[in-house]
């Protein structure tokens, strides 16, 4: 399974963008990238996925890189709510594993 | 539609004793997941069943822990007997099918157990 590489930590303050990086530089062709963020005693939460195309739902924006060795996550105007730990996951379509790394810790801030 | 259920939320146990974990999927979900979560890192997967079939159990420490899923729905996942080591939130995870299609392949995850192992 592809790894991937965040930042332990980031702050971003109230109302504004907060953008969450992420390396999968050994992703392969048919490898899905997906994020899911974990609010602190809840289980993880499936924010969105992609595998070429940039996508966006009601909760974020991805985007990802043209070779797809990277992507950023976009929550366009953070709520003191969106403060948890963000995964940033390479899913390999077949057997449908989803591989957590120790994640990003996004501190948004009034 | 509900979540995934699990029970109980919070267990105390001293080390050596028994455990056991219950988990009630989305219905319809084929595929149940087990991930282990000790605290400050992320959740590791324990086991991967598809209906009552076991698709990957290549973390689980089969001298200690098992699970099953008898009839394809329910699943409990039992430690016996538990180390100071297993003190983790330990979740449950359900999703449709485990094919090849990436829209119908999203985790829902339950809240958790948290077993404390003194």
């Known amino acids: 399974d592809a790894k991937t590489t965040q930042p332990p930590s980031m702050d971003c303050a109230e109302g504004r963008a907060a953008n969450l990086p992420c390396n999968h530089s050994?992703?392969?062709?048919?490898?899905?990238v997906y994020w899911y963020r974990q609010i602190h005693s809840q289980g993880p939460q499936y924010i969105i996925h992609?595998?070429?195309n940039n996508e966006t739902n009601e909760m974020a924006s991805l985007i990802i890189t043209e070779d797809r060795k990277s992507s950023t996550l976009i929550l366009p105007h953070a709520t003191l709510r969106d403060t948890a730990v963000y995964y940033c996951?390479?899913?390999?379509?077949?057997?449908?594993?989803?591989?957590f790394g120790a994640g990003t810790i996004l501190r948004v801030k009034s | 539609e509900a979540g995934v259920a699990q029970s109980p939320r919070y267990k105390i146990i001293e080390k050596r004793q028994s455990v056991a974990f219950w988990c009630n999927p989305i219905?319809?979900?084929?595929?149940l997941y087990w991930y282990q979560q000790i605290l400050g890192q992320g959740p590791k997967l324990l086991i991967q069943?598809?209906?009552?079939?076991?698709?990957?159990d290549s973390q689980l420490p089969k001298d200690r822990f098992s699970a099953e899923r008898l009839k394809g729905v329910d699943s409990t996942l039992k430690i016996q007997p538990a180390k100071l080591e297993d003190s983790a939130v330990y979740l449950c995870a359900s999703s449709l099918h485990a094919g090849a299609s990436s829209g119908a392949n999203v985790l829902t995850f339950g809240a958790g157990s948290r077993l404390t192992v003194l």
């Open positions: 069943f598809q209906n009552n079939g076991v698709v990957d």
């Open positions: 219905s319809g979900h084929a595929t």
């Open positions: 996951i390479v899913r390999v379509a077949r057997g449908n594993k989803l591989v």
């Open positions: 992609g595998l070429k």
């Open positions: 050994t992703i392969s062709g048919n490898e899905y």
